[in-house]
């Protein structure tokens, strides 16, 4: 005698929040209510009230509130403790025999360290022990935050920053060519293994 399948049902409850025009549900809504917090928070003063304006070209939430800068005393504190703080670290790397000179940031050591990202993302240079890694998108970014620099601070830089500048573009320009035409490039069959057969 055959035995008779027990078939087990399932139900199915949409969780999602949203529906797919971005409205809230209503029945989600009602189902889960968020907590209410303890205590309300502070209502800012009209005065001090940051503007309400829409989030930026990704699109997002168009309540986004964007704080006020800092007062030019508070930046002015900060700067100076920031300069303190610097001064206690130099000592520091004095103490330890390097000069201070060594670590002191420049126009042109910025642009190599976007130059050395970017040759790191496009699998071009590797860490120490680490395994070459490509991110051709980021390796993009880096160029064109490159070429950006380029095209804001034409005129203000010096002879040796310039060259400098166009020289890294060159170069990142030709090897993001190079590899993103390896990459398309379907695999080449290599030499036949096995026997023929005979």
């Known amino acids: 005698m055959a035995e008779k399948k ?3 049902s399932f139900t199915v409850t949409d969780r999602r929040l949203f529906t797919s025009d971005g409205e809230l549900r209503q029945d989600v809504a009602e189902e889960e209510q968020p907590a209410k917090p303890t205590k309300p928070a502070p209502v800012p003063s009209p005065s001090n009230a940051a503007p309400q304006t829409p989030a930026g070209p990704t699109g997002g939430d168009k309540s986004t509130v964007i704080p006020p800068p800092p007062s030019a005393s508070e930046q002015q504190a900060q700067a ?3 300069r303190k703080s610097s001064k206690e670290l130099d000592s520091q790397v004095e103490l330890n025999g390097h000069s201070v000179k060594d670590f002191e940031m420049t126009f042109e050591r910025f642009l190599a360290s976007l130059y ?3 040759m790191l993302q496009l ?3 590797r860490e120490q022990g680490a395994q070459p890694q490509v991110d051709i998108i980021g390796a993009r970014q880096t160029i ?3 070429s950006l620099i380029a095209e804001k601070t034409k005129g203000n830089l010096t002879a040796a920053e310039e060259n ?3 020289n890294s573009l060159y170069e990142l320009r030709m090897a993001y060519v190079e590899v993103t035409n390896m990459l398309a ?4 069959p290599g030499p036949a293994t096995g026997t023929s057969g005979r």
Do not use: I, S, V
């Open 116 to 118: 050395m990202t970017a």
């Open 123 to 125: 699998g071009l240079m």
């Open 80 to 82: 100076d403790a920031y």
């Open 185 to 188: 490039r379907p695999p080449q």
């Open 164 to 166: 400098f500048l166009q």
């Open 144 to 146: 064109d935050t490159l």
């Open 6 to 8: 027990h078939e087990e």
